[in-house]
Structure formats: C-alpha cells, structure tokens
T-cell receptor, first 109, second 118 residues
Framework: GQNIDQPTEMTATEGAIVQINCTYQ??????LFWYQQHAGEAPTFLSY??LDGLEEKGRFSSFLSRSKGYSYLLLKELQMKDSASYLC??????????WGAGTKLIIKP | GAVVSQHPSRVICKSGTSVKIECRSL??????MFWYRQFPKQSLMLMAT?????????EQGVEKDKFLINHASLTLSTLTVTSAHPEDSSFYIC??????????????FGPGTRLTVL
C-alpha cells in the first residue's frame, strides 16, 4: 500500500530552527510537495522537490532523498505565525497526490 | 502565484436540502480541478477529479449521485451536495492545476467552504 509518515506534532521556540521529516512508500514517484495549513484554512503551497537535494526559499528549505524515500522541511528563524500544520504529499506514478496526515507545529515564545 | 477562489466560504443548511459550491481559477485556465474534504484534525481526502468537458472521476467510496461535479468551463467547477445530511458537514476544498506552471504539477487551493448541515 501507499504510505506517508510524518510526526503528529512538534514544538519549537520562536527564533529557532525546526526540521519536519516525511518518509514515504508509494507506487512510483513524480515529486514531493510541502504545504502549510493554518487551522480552518485551505493548504498553501510551500515547495516542490523532484530531484535529490535541497531547495531553499527564504526561511523555508525542503530536502529530498529519493533513494531513502525521505524528505524534510526546514524552517528557520521561527515566527509565531509559523504555527500551523505542515502537510507532506507525494505525486505517485498515476499523478495522484498521496497526503500525509500533517504535522502540527506549535511555536512558543 | 495562481489564484483559486471558492464560494461560498461558509454555508449552513437544513438536512435534505442541496448545496452548490463553486470553484474558480481566477488568473489561469484549469483543465483539471480537484475536490477534497477534510474532517477536523484529519488530512485532506480526495473526493474526485474534475476534468473540463468530461465526467468527473470519483474516488472509491464517494457517491457520485450525492456529490455532483460539473466542470463546464476552464475556469469553473461546481460541487453540489444533494440531499445533505449532518454527516456531510465538513470542510470542502477545491484545487486547480495550472498547466502553464512548468513540470511541477502544483495544485493551488481555494480557501475552502465550511458546510454545516443541521
């Protein structure tokens, strides 16, 4: 079966760095997405990785290792507004998005 | 980035009535749109894939006669929840794929519609 695992909840301090991991087992791979979702709102696109390596976008970076079925989202200089759920999703061989359950990130002052 | 709108943002209806939710791509043409629902504290669940000019493809377990999808134009898809019941209360989110966004197959999400059935 297809499976995406990410931690249920993480806590970090304002100004610090946090890494949210995602591991996947899917039928085929055509890319991995990270989305941010604030409570009661729709997801917002953060990043897309299809090749191994690190993609940096301002305070957010996303890393992919296809051989290990592993990705992480790195958030630097955390701000209170970064408190949200972070969803990992993989595009499988049929170009269907397989969603992880999301990681709830709690930022403390 | 691409913008997707949804209307209404919130709707409360009586059991047995039908509710229509609209999803529009504002600055691009979307040949494919997706409809998701999300229960509290759970991940997104794909309900159906909507293709312009053809019938929607429903995921297993989703009743096509209850959740009617119409993708009549390249910028508009509608989801109609027919004979709604309290268990249909959920957050419904649409997304659209921008065919001109390179190879990313990125989906851009609408803001969602919160449906409450009394």
């Amino acid at each position: 079966g297809q499976n995406i695992d990410q931690p249920t909840e993480m806590t970090a301090t304002e100004g610090a760095i946090v890494q949210i991991n995602c591991t996947y087992q899917t039928s085929g791979f055509n890319g991995l997405f990270w989305y941010q979702q604030h409570a009661g709102e729709a997801p917002t696109f953060l990043s897309y990785n299809v090749l191994d390596g690190l993609e940096e976008k301002g305070r957010f970076s996303s890393f992919l290792s296809r051989s290990k079925g592993y990705s992480y989202l790195l958030l630097k200089e955390l701000q209170m507004k970064d408190s949200a759920s972070y969803l990992c999703a993989v595009l499988d061989s049929n170009y269907q998005l397989i969603w992880g359950a999301g990681t709830k990130l709690i930022i403390k002052p | 980035g691409a913008v997707v709108s949804q209307h209404p943002s919130r709707v409360i209806c009586k059991s047995g009535t039908s509710v229509k939710i609209e999803c529009r791509s504002l600055d691009f043409q979307a040949t494919t749109m997706f409809w998701y629902r999300q229960f509290p504290k759970q991940s997104l669940m794909l309900m159906a894939t909507s293709n312009e000019g053809s019938k929607a493809t429903y995921e297993q377990g989703v009743e096509k006669d209850k959740f009617l999808i119409n993708h009549a134009s390249l910028t508009l898809s509608t989801l109609t929840v027919t004979s709604a019941h309290p268990e249909d209360s959920s957050f419904y989110i649409c997304s659209a794929r921008d065919p001109l966004a390179g190879d990313t197959d990125t989906q851009y999400f609408g803001p969602g519609t919160r449906l409450t059935v009394l």
